[in-house]
């Protein structure tokens, strides 16, 4: 998973939280860390273009334990262990032990084979674990295993589903939306419920690495999901959560002035919600602000090397030199992706722009600059209007 606009709501222990401020400039609300890239799927999506050994360069178990302290002395945002595969990673319940006992929140997204036993996820909750995610990117093995390059993948995610069901895990479902599965949605969103998921997370696809631009759906294709999400959940038994698609959070603000739920007045183009119904400001409950690449959100590869996200490649530094505490508070490329008002294109002056800004990863990946618009939203900007 990796989340962002993402932070789910169920954590523990202290940190960032619903109702707490963040100022995303010092600390990120989430970290993701590679703790391998060793896996043994070949997805086409895959941004880590996986490998099935681990790099002789991985963060040994000490460095690991040091990257964890860090990442807790900046305020405690939530931790997210990926990989690869994270259970190719042999101290990986050692590692989320010693986080857990700090008081962090800890989740992982395993990738589904034969590693992920019922011992394993035993284990899991034994240790803390908050959530387990798994990724399945479509209701049928058609889909799913072609888009996961492995057949039988479909087949043993569905087992591997019942099985944290039996134990009572929270389940977290992960989908990347793409053409492979685009016409498939609505019967998507009832297997999700049938698997008795608590968070459907969603994906749209960021042409990079194995991913490819013409797996993308059109801007309009993504305004439609946006629209139909929302109103899904409405109604779902789930929490949906989106990453890759800021502009969900635009689409949720328009939809919320058109059904009279908030006053146009009343936005707050600043400092915005995220998300879905759960979240909306309602005078109770005010969700974090959301998240986009290195702003509340910040990646840690398999060998130490930080970046924005893991989407949006470009090494900001390396914790094996540094902090990661200074690297995100002072690298230049963190400091211009938090500020909105250098963002290019329609992205720049747009009214949303706190509030969305664009996946910043997927104007990088289609035009090699990330501070360049989306390209993929259709709205246009007050400030270009009537012009
Ligand atoms: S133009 Fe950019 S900032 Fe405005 S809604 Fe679209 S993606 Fe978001």
Redesign the pocket.
Known sequence: MIGKEHPHRHGHGHGHGIGKSIDYNKNPFIVIWEVTRACQLKCVHCRADAQLKPDPNELTHEEGLRLIDEIYEMDNPMLVFTGGDCMMREDLFELADYAIKKGMRVSMVPSATDNVTVEKMIKAKETGLSRWGLSLDGPTPEIHDLFRGTPGSFDLTIEKIKQLNELNMPLQINTVISRYNYDSLETMAELVKELKAVMWYIFLLVPTGRGQLDACLTPAEHEKVFLWLYELSKTAPYDIKTTAA??F??VVLQQKMRENKIAKGEIDYQDSITGTHAELVDGLKRAPKGVNDGNGFIFVSHIGEVMPSGLLPIVVGNVKDKPLKEIYRESPVLKELRN?DL?K???GV????Y?????RSRAYAVTGDYLE??PF?????QALRNK
């Not at 747009?350 to 722009?353: Q, S, V």
């Not at 509030?355 to 996946?359: D, L, N, Q, R, T």
Request: hydrophobic share 15%; with cysteine.
């Open positions: 800021q502009h959070r635009r909105p963002y294109g329609k992205c747009c009214e949303f722009r509030v969305c800004g664009g996946s618009s989306e939203c259709v709205y246009i900007p």
